[in-house]
């Protein structure tokens, strides 16, 4: 017997913040797509359960204990709306992609992450199809020094730029998230 929406929901953030394989083709459709990928790493954009490993590794990557504790759900017969925070610890590099290339690589700063996030849910055949959301970013990146930028913060950023720390960092993290889609296959 296959999950409900309110289970298929929770299991797809499970997935994020655990990495667990099973789960993701539990829950996730072979055509699944990820609207938010955009701006993260390429293996991310990728359809089904793979890109959905690799979405969790980017985010673990950056943020250590990472859960999404569920604060409501709503739902009809293809579609589910998920009300959540994201929460955990920034201890690896947040990095942020534009076009495939980097964009913004946020150097750990060791702080705690708690905000709100609503997620839209597309559902076919018993899994997850589709996702989009609305993020308060604004909350995270206060909550991480960045906006408005914290001297400290922002002097960090551009010397990781400059060291090449931030595109290595965006190397190590394009390849933890490829690595992740790939486990599917191993």
Same mark, same amino acid.
């Given at each position: 017997?296959?999950?409900?929406?309110?289970?298929? !929901?929770?299991?797809?953030?499970?997935?994020?913040?655990?990495?667990?394989?099973?789960? !993701?083709?539990?829950?996730?459709?072979?055509?699944?797509?990820?609207?938010?990928?955009?701006? /993260?790493? =390429?293996?991310?954009?990728?359809?089904?359960? =793979?890109?959905?490993?690799?979405?969790? /590794?980017?985010?673990?990557? !950056?943020?250590? $204990?990472?859960?999404?504790?569920?604060?409501?759900? !709503?739902?009809?017969?293809?579609? *589910?709306?998920?009300?959540?925070?994201? #929460? $955990?610890?920034?201890?690896? =590099?947040?990095?942020?992609?534009?076009?495939?290339?980097?964009? #913004?690589?946020?150097?750990? @700063?060791?702080?705690?992450?708690?905000?709100? #996030? *609503?997620?839209?849910?597309?559902?076919?055949? $018993?899994?997850?199809?589709?996702?989009? &959301?609305?993020?308060?970013? *604004?909350?995270?990146?206060? #909550?991480?020094?960045?906006?408005?930028?914290?001297?400290?913060?922002?002097?960090?950023?551009? &010397?990781?730029?400059?060291?090449?720390?931030?595109?290595?960092?965006? /190397?190590?993290? @394009?390849?933890?998230? &490829?690595?992740?889609?790939?486990?599917?296959? =191993?």
């Amino acid at each position: 017997m296959g999950m409900d929406a309110t289970e298929l !929901a929770e299991g797809l953030f499970r997935v994020l913040a655990t990495g667990d394989p099973a789960l !993701a083709v539990d829950v996730v459709h072979e055509d699944f797509r990820n609207r938010e990928a955009a701006v /993260a790493p =390429a293996a991310c954009a990728l359809p089904g359960p =793979a890109g959905t490993l690799a979405s969790g /590794a980017w985010m673990r990557f !950056a943020f250590s $204990g990472l859960r999404f504790p569920v604060l409501a759900v !709503a739902r009809n017969d293809e579609q *589910i709306w998920v009300r959540l925070r994201m #929460q $955990g610890r920034h201890t690896g =590099a947040f990095v942020r992609y534009r076009d495939g290339a980097l964009d #913004q690589a946020i150097p750990p @700063t060791g702080r705690e992450i708690d905000f709100e #996030q *609503i997620h839209v849910l597309e559902l076919r055949d $018993g899994k997850v199809i589709g996702h989009e &959301a609305v993020r308060d970013d *604004i909350t995270m990146l206060g #909550q991480l020094g960045v906006f408005p930028p914290a001297p400290p913060t922002a002097l960090r950023m551009v &010397a990781w730029r400059v060291t090449g720390r931030a595109s290595r960092a965006a /190397a190590q993290v @394009t390849a933890e998230a &490829a690595r992740a889609a790939a486990s599917l296959g =191993a």
